[in-house]
């Protein structure tokens, strides 16, 4: 983190706090899980299993909704899962057209098919390399899946996600992380978050441990060839990544056109970086704004490439800037220019949560905002009013009703992600207490402007 210049900004601000650092998310996220364990939020069989439910005035069974059906749901102990606790997910769809998910879990990886109405069915699991940890991070490049963890030595399990087409449902499996691994990268030990570029065969390891020797920053990895990953590079320059989204750039600031662009969210700024050079990469810009507390993730808003929404981890918990009410912030960026992005504006969820992980499909954002679960945003008209005033909520799904009672709270606690990008339309959460749902998003599409 870029603690001294960031100081210096902020003092310069309306009295905001400094960002915070990993190490502190940390802590206070152990904190809360640490009491959720103490009321038996982990226990098996704390949660029934629940059928497909539609939405009807508002409610899906014991979950409140809008516009978004409860196609299927599997505990965390129902994907053999001993702690029962979740992170991350991702999907892969076969080249069959079959859907699969890969569900992150504190002990491993469970491996979930989406069938034909949405329900789910169990395959198995991939336990984790080492011990467990409540960060597991995996994404998707061809028919592999990267997994990273934060669990110590854990290195970058690479599987062979088409080994899960000949498994009966009714005969689970329990993978080796050994004999059945197509390889285990050791080049760096753990890591934060695993950040995936399809175009270049790139995984980009974020906040690896310090002895992987590169500050926690973009940790490269070429993985053409997936059996023998081979490390490609290092960006350390900005310190501490969170998580990025790497493009080959086709926007507007034609200085860059067909470079391989990464957008860092880097703990108290946006970063935009060429990396087109692994030996060489080079930081274009560094971008604060007033209210940072944590900045945690983002995504692009479209093809255009002209804007980013980019959402802050802690804004909501400490009530900073434009979240001093608590309800999840979305922060909009023009990056029209890659050496001098804006912060324009921004859009407040009618929830009070925090926010964790959005992506953006067809000009609907689809946010995984922890206790208010998941929340669909209509982003189009963001090119015609980028001080968000035309942003707007369309759908919603809230996975975690233990804080409906109290209006919402901003605590660490709900869903950790969502993965929106299956042809067949449903969309996954995966919850920290519960296990992952499977859902359909029944409203209309976004509004594009004329």
């Known amino acids: ?30 904190d809360t899980w640490a009491r959720q364990q103490e009321v038996g939020a982990f226990d098996i069989d704390r949660y029934q299993a629940t059928a497909a439910t539609s939405c009807v005035n508002g409610k899906a069974g014991e979950y409140q909704c809008s516009n978004v059906d409860l196609k299927g749901f599997l505990r965390h102990q129902d994907m053999g899962s001993s702690t029962r606790k979740g ?36 395959l198995g699991r991939l336990p984790t390399q080492t011990t467990s940890s409540s960060w597991r991070d995996m994404k998707v490049i061809g028919n592999h899946v990267y997994i990273g963890s934060e669990a110590s030595n854990h ?3 690479v599987f062979d996600l088409t080994k899960l087409l000949t498994i009966s449902p009714s005969s689970p499996k329990v993978f080796s992380t050994s004999s ?11 890591s934060h978050n695993i950040v995936a570029h399809e175009e270049t065969n790139m995984i980009y390891a974020v906040g690896t441990a310090t ?3 590169c500050k926690g920053g973009l940790f490269m990895v070429n993985v053409t060839n997936p059996a023998s990953p081979v490390k490609a590079g290092c960006l350390s320059a900005g310190g501490y990544v969170h998580d990025a989204q790497c493009v080959i750039y086709k926007g507007p600031d034609t200085r860059y056109t067909g470079k391989e662009i990464c957008f860092n969210f880097n703990e108290d700024t946006l970063d935009i970086v060429d990396v087109t050079s692994k030996s060489n990469p080079k930081t274009l810009s560094s971008k604060t704004y007033t209210g940072a507390s944590y900045t945690h993730q983002g995504w692009l808003v479209d093809s255009s490439m002209k804007y980013l929404l980019l959402d802050d981890e802690l804004d909501e918990y400490y009530g900073a800037g ?11 960026v023009d990056i029209t220019s890659l050496t001098a992005p804006a912060f324009t504006g921004t859009y407040q969820s009618p929830a009070i949560s925090i926010d964790h992980n959005q992506y953006v499909v067809n000009g609907l954002s689809y946010q995984s905002n922890y206790g ?13 009013k980028p001080d968000g005033s035309g942003l707007k909520q369309v759908g919603f799904f809230d996975c975690y009703p233990e804080d409906d009672s109290l209006g919402g709270q901003a605590e660490f606690t709900g869903s950790w992600s969502v993965y929106p990008y299956f042809k067949s339309g449903y969309l996954l959460l995966n919850s920290i207490e519960r296990g992952v749902f499977s859902l359909k998003y029944t409203g209309a599409g976004a509004a594009f402007s004329a």
Do not use: C, H
């Open 322 to 332: 434009k979240a001093s009410n608590k309800r999840t912030t979305t922060y909009i």
């Open 1 to 30: 983190m870029k603690t001294s210049i960031f100081l210096a900004a902020v003092s310069a601000l309306a009295g905001t706090a400094a960002a915070e650092s990993m190490a502190r998310l940390r802590e206070l996220k152990i």
């Open 87 to 122: 992170n991350d997910i991702w999907g892969w769809t076969a080249p069959n057209g079959r859907e699969f998910a890969t569900v992150g879990q504190t002990d491993g990886t469970a491996f979930v098919e989406i069938l034909s109405d949405g329900s789910l069915v169990y």
């Open 211 to 213: 002895s992987a020797g």
């Open 155 to 157: 290195g970058l399990q």
């Open 180 to 190: 059945d691994l197509t390889a285990i990268y050791k080049g760096f030990g753990s």
């Open 372 to 384: 208010s679960g998941l929340r669909i945003v209509d982003v189009s008209s963001i090119p015609s």
